[in-house]
């Protein structure tokens, strides 16, 4: 029994020596970051001090100093410590004065090393108190503005900005800065918007977190979208399905797999745009002159038709036509709309074979149901090359080009960019 004992007490403390040694030997000082770490800020800014250590945050100290006067703003002690401490905090109760400062982070770790006290992390960051917020002043004058369509405004901003831009319900429309200082933004009145609810606004964001958004004139007109009916037969379907039964296997009957890429396949390609959307150039690709549009091409279907989908006289889906659809010969020569870079190729679901070209400004355009794919992503087009052939993939019914033009990952009315002087008058002309 004695013996057991002894055993016992032994493992015990080879057990406490094992423990001590490990507890001791972090000799590493805690990790920590501030976000966002910006050389001016304003009082109401959310900061987030992270800090990260292996045998656990004990402490954090953060305060500020200006003029030799120390304000501490978070004195914090953890126990147990903590493997992470996340520390979101502002400098609304600091007392700081506009102009410069220091803000001091002092972390510690629970590690018994340095005699107990534990190893620590010191952030100093000198910044600039800013409460300026930036002021806006419109410099653009008529705004008019179609449900579906697009408008330009060109504004200056007293100071510099970390973004600036339209928003539009929940949609943002980013600003761009032109050679001459100012900046424009193309913005949008989506399709499915509803007139009462659009009401733009102009924003802007300094560098020290200062916000500012106003109003501006514009005239806004509600569009009356047409409203068709059309029939899937079963030949369609025949032809159409096969191409997307490896996208959903489960579904046999054509007619449901029909419904689900109509509405779910859709809802992704939709998704996708926006996706794409942001893979835009901050440098404006196109030359300011109108988008091509097909040659020789009759128009079928318009942008904003809304479509009843009818299946053996039942009502199946519901849904919308954004995009134009133009018809020439088969297999017709497809020309770049506008100069820009090709940012996708490939198969985009309900669209078929597409090519989407990005022209700068969150402004891009995309081809669909193609035959034949003849350009790479990454070149940079000119307006007028060819990128492709016309054809029936996706859901075509018979060999046309469905063209979109998209601002912002939202599709917009592709009429307004064919025309000369609806592009002079509503966008170029604000630029100069
Ligand atoms: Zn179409």
Known sequence: MGKILSILFLLVLVGAGVGAYFFTRD?????????????????????????????????VKISVLQAQKETVIVNKTFEPAQREVVEKFTLE???????????????????????????????????????????INVLSQAHIIKQGGACGVV??????VERSGVIVGDMFFPGYKLDTGNYA????????????????RL????????????????????????HDSINVGDDFLQSKMPQFETIYPD???????????????????????VELSKNTSPKMLWDGGPFLRLPNAAPRAAFGDGRTYMYKNQRIDEETHLGVDLASLENAQVPAAQSGKVIFTGF?????????????????????HLSQISAKVGDDVKKGEIIGNTGATGLAAGDHLHFGIILGG????????????WIKDNITSKFQ
């Open 155 to 160: 504004y200056q901003v007293n100071k510099d």
């Open 348 to 368: 985009f679901g309900i669209y078929g074979n597409a090519v989407v070209i990005d022209h700068g400004w969150g402004l891009q355009t995309i081809y669909s």
């Open 203 to 226: 924003y802007a964001e300094d560098s020290a977190g200062n916000e500012r958004s106003i109003t501006f004139r514009y005239q806004a007109k509600a569009t009356k979208f047409k």
């Open 410 to 421: 939202i599709e917009i009315q592709p009429i307004e960019w064919w025309d000369p002087h």
């Open 185 to 200: 933004c193309i913005f949008a009145f989506p399709w499915n918007m509803d007139p009462a609810r659009f009401q733009p």
């Open 93 to 135: 109760q600091a007392g700081l004065r506009e102009g410069q400062f220091d803000l001091n982070m002092v972390v510690t770790d629970k590690s018994v090393f340095n005699f107990g006290a534990g190893n620590t992390t010191r952030i100093s960051k000198t910044m600039a108190l800013d409460n300026r917020a930036p002021v």
């Open 27 to 59: 000799m590493t000082p805690p990790e920590a970051a501030l976000t966002p770490d910006r050389a001016a800020t304003g009082s109401k800014r959310e900061f987030t001090l992270t800090a990260r250590d292996a045998s656990g945050v004990k402490a």
């Open 251 to 273: 579904i046999k009957d054509p007619a449901q797999l029909y419904i689900k890429v109509n509405r779910d396949l859709r809802k992704e390609n939709v998704a996708k745009l």
